[in-house]
């Protein structure tokens, strides 16, 4: 399964919906999610619970 550089999705007749998000867009937010996880880990940053954000989402 080759991955579509336009925009990552479950159903390629929707490639263009605005709410997409391209695979480089998703590993920049997954980079800078670790990035954060580590600076937490590290004490250099505070977390938050899982609830509280999954509540005010």
Known sequence: MS???KAITTDP????HADEMSKAEI?????EAF???KK???GK?????VEEILKNW
């Open 27 to 31: 590993l920049a937010e997954m980079e």
């Open 13 to 16: 007749a929707n490639a263009d």
């Open 45 to 49: 940053a505070k977390g938050r619970p």
């Open 3 to 5: 991955c579509d550089k």
């Open 35 to 37: 990035l954060y996880a």
């Open 40 to 42: 937490v880990k590290e």
